[in-house]
């Protein structure tokens, strides 16, 4: 069994910064990728970040240049830092990562809100 928490959410304003964690505890033999993804109130979940088990970073359109995605392999835990916050970057953030012979899970989520 396998687990993963986020961290680091919380209510800023324009401009300013949040740091996420995602921690991986559990069974773990290996993870692979791991990913952020995010979902506003109406709309599907999308996209923010993926980073391989090399570093190697995708990002989406929308947090190119102004988000960070990193991860601590030897911690299990993947970060988000996130700069000049937008309003419309409002949403839960949650983790995915995909461990060596279990699969995808995800974290529970957690809130970011930015108020302009």
């Known amino acids: 069994q396998v687990q993963l928490v986020e961290s680091g959410g919380g209510a800023v304003q324009a401009g300013e910064s949040l740091r996420l964690s995602c921690a991986a505890s559990g069974s773990i033999f290996r993870i692979n990728y791991m990913g952020w993804y995010r979902q506003a109130p109406g709309n599907q979940r999308e996209l923010v970040a993926l980073?391989?088990?090399?570093?190697?970073?995708n990002y989406g359109d929308s947090v190119k240049g102004r988000f960070t995605i990193s991860r601590d392999n030897a911690k299990n835990t993947m970060y988000l830092q996130m700069n000049s916050l937008k309003p419309e970057d409002t949403a839960v953030y949650y983790c995915?990562?995909?461990?060596?012979?279990?699969?995808?899970?995800w974290g529970q989520g957690t809130q970011v809100t930015v108020s302009s």
């Open positions: 980073i391989t088990s090399g570093g190697g970073a």
């Open positions: 995915k990562a995909n461990f060596a012979f279990v699969g995808d899970y």
